[in-house]
Every structure is written in structure tokens, then in C-alpha cells.
């Protein structure tokens, strides 16, 4: 090391913050051949005067997630101990400086932008930032020594990072924030690291041995001999297709391209610039920009020709990382030098607008996926295959489409004024839409009836004139329903209640048996599929017909006509705790609804008024308030509702003249995060 600080003090000496040398050189841990220590004196003396941003481009650091689009840029600000947020809407920093560890290198977007993981070099750490929040969660996690950079696994579970001083990378578990396993042993000074798109490597830049190694992510070893590459090999970026690892050559201003399929490298190394020292690929593969820090430009690689297109797009006092946006019409670079970020637009390949200040010392750079995701809000309703034939659930308060293995099953029924006993089945297509639908089993009781499914078992309770009887059917492997068995009964006997399942207990609340009643029963099911007797647990708040249960999260909602919505806990036993109101329906009375839960949310759908709202299941239980959304395309009460993954399903029905065989879907609205 000693050699490195004379080089410094000789030919930098206006460069008083040495450490930052450190990050692009061995420790006293490597020994210093006359051929680097030539290297790094002639750097220096090429450079001497041009300021801090030459040193500060040795530690730089970026990755990028997949998303659909970027709002936010996270910048490591080194000298400041900071991460700076940049929102893309108005390229301003948004906030104050984040404060992190000892000068922060690289910082990296976990795959669903959460979180931001940011290297700590001086204080052998990671720091989590929460992007919701802005701030640091958590304890800082200890690594290796001199942490440069992080690449997460696509899932998100692991972050894979440099450790510099140790020639080592260590990993991650992201679920507990600590690391597990050995460090891998690598090439001397890790910088750059990627991950495959299929998870199952990780490509790492190693600085002074000047090669690549590659790591299998399952056994979380090195794999083959390591790839020689170029002078000083720092950044790595991998095409979206995986075929190529594209490396930095700071030491030779070229970049090579490695066949990830043999891990050799493939034709001459590119020329691309002074001091090449990072690399980002855009989102279609087409192009590969490159920041030069020896010229402050950024040259622009097309990956099909493996050449240099255009000019060199000038940028800030030494440009050290770039990073593309998702959308690709975008890369953000940040100027070392010039304590800033430069916008290039990639339509144009020019700079767009005025550099953005940042902290001191501006290196790693990360851009934040705006993730698409379902919900809640339900999209617009389509049709898919209709029922065999017009019907409304027994009760006309509707009742639970039951969809199990990926196939749809409604059972019974009325139509006008006949009792139906026939059940049929569809398949649930990959598109959300219904396959045709096929008769099975009947039911041994039509009319006033509930269904609940346990484990690969369907539940049928019946209720009207007076009958206590339950019967249970298996699935069989090709989705018919085998014959029915008469199991525990109810008593009393009793119509318009509602049932729920959750784990290995069934429910029933409320109802009409001689009079509107309130009481609770439950029983659980035995390992062949019967039912243990029915017992009594807490009784609703008040006496309840026409209304529905949903079971979810350790918690039964029961959803009234007139509006109330009750919660209460089920115990280990089976009971249920004490029943708590919480946010009521917006609009009351209603009638012949259905309810179910989907992803954290309670949804009521149907009934008369025509209705659909949803509303959040909280942590505490509670819910928060309801929220309307897409309304069906006509009024249907006693329609068999139900939920599938993202999809939701609306089965036949009755408008209070004509019943219906319509089927009706809608899934949850994609929104942006």
C-alpha cells in the first residue's frame, strides 16, 4: 500500500481524501506488481489536477431491477455518508440526504422496489433503505471487508455483494437481512456483480486479477475457471436475454463481451472510451451505454454489431455509473466531479435538461421499478361460458362459487319456481375465462343450501323444510365430485344462514329457524372426510338473517343486510372470540349480495342495489373503509360469486323478475406501485 500513497502524494497531492484511492486498489492483502503500480502511477499523472471525481469513479455502483417504469433514482453520495432521491417526474431531489453508513459505494433496488440496499465501503456493511419511507431499517448488516456492490436473485430472496478487500462475496438472505453461508471466494478486488434472468448465476467483475468469475447461485460456488478479460475489469451488466455478460476494461478503455452458454469471450474487445468503467444494457438489449471517465462522455454500444454508435455524448466531471430506466428512454449518470447526475435521452443519445446536484461524491445509482400489480380495484366485466341452465343461489342472498384445483363448481339452486339438484364444473383457463361446463354428482338436496370446500372435500348444508342434514363429497382427480354421504347435522334446522370454512373447521351463523336467531356453530373435519358434531361457540351481536361469512386470516366477518360488518378471532379450539363491529357498508339496506375475500381485501358484489365495493382487512382485524368499484353490468341477486388467483366470477342470478344463466368475470385491475 505503501507504494499506492507515494503515487498519491506525488502526483495528486491536492487529493486529500485518500481512501478513496483504496477503493480501486489491493490492500496490503494482494502484492503490488510493477505492472499495476506502473499502471497506477500513470494514471495519476495523466489525471493530476482534474479533481476528486477521478477517485471517487473507483467505487461507483449500480443496478436495476425489472419493472414497467422508474419514478425514483437513488445516488450514493460517498464523501457524505447520504443517498440522495431523485424523482424522475421533475429530476429534483425529493427529501433530505439519507444518512447511511461509512461512504456508501453502490446501492442496488430489490426486484418488487421496496428496498434499497447500499454498501457501506468504510463501514463493512449494507444498509436496508425502506423506498416507501425513505429511511433505513433495521440494524446495518455486517459483510466483508470494503462491500462495493449488490445484485439480488430475480425472486428477491438473496443479494449477492462484493467485497472488495476480502476477494470475496457474500450472501444475503433477504427475509432475515442476514448473511448465510461462507463467503465465496473470488478474483482479487470484486467490483461488478449481476445475476442471470433465470437466477442461476452471478457474474463478478474482479478488479486486479482482471477476469470474471462465475458463481452458481444453487451451491453458491464458483463454477469453471475464471474468464480473462482486459485491464482492470470492474462493471458487468448481462442482456436481458442472458446470452451476454458485457465487461468494463477500465485499464484498456475497452469493453468484452462474454458468451455466458461457454463463458468465453467472443470477438475483440470494443473500444469505447478513456477510462471505461461502467456499463448498463437498456431493457430491449439493443444497446449497451458506457461511461468513459477519462473524457467525461458516455459511448453508446450496439450489442448486434458489437460497435460503437455515434458520438461520445458528453456528460458531468467524471462520470462514473450510468442507469437506464426500464422504460429505456432514459440514463442517469452521475458525475463524480461535478457532485451531480446527467439525464441522457436515449431517443437522441442527448443530455436533457440541466445536471441535478447531489451530495459529495456521487457514485452508485439505482432506479426504482414501479411495480404492476393487481388491485384492488376490479377491471371491466366480461362474459365467458354461460351455466347449462337459468338459476339463483337456494337463499337469493347469494352464495360462494367454489373453485378448487383450478375448476369452477356450482351446485343446486332455484329456477323461478322450480328446485334445481343439478351440479356442474368448468375448467378456469389461464386467461381468467370458463372452459365449458360439465354435469357431475348432484346434490341430495336442493333448494335452501350452503357449500363449503375443506382440503379436497365439498360440504353441502342444507336448511329448508326443516332439514338438518349435511352430506360430503371428495374431488376426484378429474374434477367430477364423487357421491355424496349424509355426515353430522345441524340442528336446529334452519334457512338463509351463512357458512365459511377456515382450515379444518366449518361455521354457521345466524339464520332463520323459527324466528331470526343469532347463535354460532362449528364443527371440524376428521381425517376421512366426515364431520365431528356441531358445537356452540360466541353468538353474533344481534340476530341475523340473509347475510354472508367470510373466513380469512384467522378472523370470520360477518356482512349484514342492513349494513353492520362484525369481526372476532377463531381460537386454536375452533371457537371464536368476542364479535366487534367495525367499518359498515356505505350503502344499507342491501339484499341478495355475495362476499369474498381476494389478496388482503373483502369484497361484496351484486345484490339489490346493484353494489360492488371492497375494502382492506387490516393487521388488527379491523377493516378500513369500504371503497366502490366496478359495478356488474346488470343487477343479480343470489348470483354464485367467487374468487381464483387475480379473478373474480359472477354465476347466473335473478333480477327480481328472470333468473339467468350469464356468467360474468373481471379481474383485478393491474395498478402501478
Do not use: C
Not at 433 to 458: E, I, K, M, R, Y
Not at 471 to 489: C, E, K, N
Amino acid at each position: 500500500m505503501g507504494y499506492v500513497m507515494n503515487a498519491i502524494e506525488t502526483y495528486a497531492q491536492q487529493i486529500r481524501l485518500m481512501f478513496l484511492v483504496f477503493r480501486g486498489l489491493p490492500d496490503s492483502g494482494y502484492a503490488l506488481t510493477a505492472q499495476v503500480v506502473g499502471a497506477i502511477s500513470s494514471f495519476l499523472r495523466a489525471w493530476k489536477g482534474v479533481g476528486l471525481w477521478v477517485l471517487l469513479m473507483l467505487g461507483a455502483g449500480w443496478h436495476i431491477a425489472p419493472a414497467v417504469a422508474a419514478p425514483f433514482v437513488y445516488v450514493t453520495n460517498y464523501s457524505d455518508g447520504t443517498v440522495s432521491v431523485i424523482d424522475t417526474a421533475t429530476n429534483k431531489v425529493v427529501g433530505n440526504p439519507i444518512p447511511v453508513g461509512t461512504y456508501p459505494y453502490g446501492v442496488t433496488i430489490t426486484p418488487d422496489g421496496k428496498y434499497a440496499y447500499v454498501t457501506n465501503w468504510g463501514s463493512n456493511t449494507v444498509s436496508v433503505i425502506a423506498t416507501a419511507t425513505n429511511t433505513v431499517v433495521g440494524n446495518p448488516i455486517p459483510v466483508g471487508g470494503g462491500p462495493s456492490e449488490v445484485a439480488f436473485t430475480p425472486d428477491g430472496k438473496y443479494a449477492y455483494v462484493t467485497n472488495s478487500s476480502d476477494a470475496a462475496v457474500s450472501v444475503i438472505a433477504t427475509a432475515t437481512n442476514t448473511v448465510v453461508g461462507n463467503p465465496i471466494p473470488v478474483g482479487a478486488y470484486p467490483y461488478g456483480v449481476t445475476i442471470t434472468p433465470d437466477g442461476k448465476y452471478a457474474y463478478v467483475a474482479n478488479y486486479v486479477s482482471n477476469t470474471v468469475s462465475v458463481i452458481a447461485t444453487a451451491t453458491n460456488t464458483v463454477v469453471g475457471n475464471p474468464i480473462p478479460i482486459r485491464l482492470y475489469s470492474y462493471g458487468v451488466a448481462i442482456t436481458p436475454d442472458g446470452k451476454y455478460a458485457y465487461v468494463t476494461n477500465a485499464g484498456s478503455n475497452t469493453v468484452s463481451v462474454i458468451a455466458t452458454a461457454t463463458n468465453t469471450v467472443v470477438g475483440n474487445p470494443i473500444p469505447s472510451g478513456s477510462f471505461s468503467w461502467w456499463v448498463a444494457i437498456t431493457p430491449d438489449g439493443k444497446y449497451a451505454y458506457v461511461t468513459n471517465g477519462g473524457s467525461n462522455t458516455v459511448s453508446v454500444i450496439a450489442t448486434a454489431t458489437n460497435t460503437v454508435v455515434g458520438n461520445p455524448i458528453p456528460v458531468g466531471d467524471g462520470p462514473s455509473v450510468v442507469a437506464i430506466t426500464p422504460d429505456g428512454k432514459y440514463a442517469y449518470v452521475t458525475n463524480g466531479g461535478s457532485n451531480t447526475v446527467s439525464v441522457i435521452a436515449t431517443a437522441t443519445n442527448t443530455v436533457v435538461g440541466n445536471p441535478i446536484p447531489v451530495g459529495r461524491g456521487p457514485g452508485g445509482v439505482a432506479i426504482t421499478p414501479i411495480v404492476s400489480e393487481a388491485g384492488p380495484r376490479l377491471a371491466r366485466w366480461k362474459q365467458t361460458t354461460a351455466l347449462p341452465k337459468r338459476s339463483a343461489a337456494g337463499f337469493l342472498n347469494g352464495q360462494q362459487l367454489t373453485i378448487v384445483g383450478g375448476r369452477a363448481y356450482v351446485f343446486g339452486g332455484r329456477n323461478a319456481n322450480k328446485t334445481l339438484t343439478d351440479v356442474y364444473f368448468s375448467t378456469v383457463n389461464a386467461d381468467g375465462s370458463l372452459g365449458p361446463w360439465a354435469p357431475t354428482t348432484p346434490v341430495p338436496f336442493s333448494f335452501d343450501q350452503a357449500v363449503v370446500t375443506v382440503g379436497n372435500h365439498l360440504y353441502l348444508i342444507t336448511g329448508a323444510d326443516g332439514s338438518k342434514a349435511v352430506y360430503y363429497a371428495p374431488i376426484l382427480a378429474d374434477g367430477s365430485v364423487g357421491r355424496w354421504i349424509p355426515t353430522m347435522p345441524l340442528d336446529p334446522s334452519r334457512q338463509d344462514f351463512a357458512a365459511a370454512a377456515f382450515r379444518n373447521f366449518i361455521y354457521v351463523s345466524g339464520g332463520n329457524s323459527g324466528g331470526t336467531r343469532d347463535f354460532v356453530k362449528f364443527t371440524s373435519v376428521k381425517p376421512d372426510g366426515s364431520l365431528n358434531p356441531w358445537m356452540t361457540t360466541t353468538p353474533l351481536p344481534q340476530p341475523i338473517e340473509g347475510h354472508t361469512m367470510v373466513a380469512t386470516r384467522g378472523r370470520l366477518y360477518v356482512i349484514a343486510p342492513i349494513g353492520a360488518v362484525y369481526y372476532a378471532a377463531i381460537n386454536t379450539d375452533g371457537t371464536v372470540g368476542n364479535w366487534t363491529a367495525t367499518s359498515s357498508l356505505p350503502a344499507a339496506p342491501i339484499s341478495g349480495y355475495s362476499t369474498f375475500k381476494l389478496n388482503g381485501y373483502l369484497y361484496l358484489v351484486g345484490g339489490n342495489p346493484n353494489s360492488t365495493y371492497y375494502a382492506p382487512i387490516q393487521s388488527d382485524g379491523t377493516l378500513g373503509a369500504w371503497q366502490p368499484t366496478t359495478l356488474l353490468p346488470a343487477t343479480r341477486l343470489g348470483a354464485r360469486v367467487g374468487a381464483y388467483k387475480n379473478f373474480v366470477y359472477v354465476a347466473g342470478g335473478y333480477d327480481g323478475v328472470n333468473f339467468f344463466k350469464s356468467v360474468f368475470y373481471s379481474s383485478l385491475a393491474a395498478r402501478i406501485r
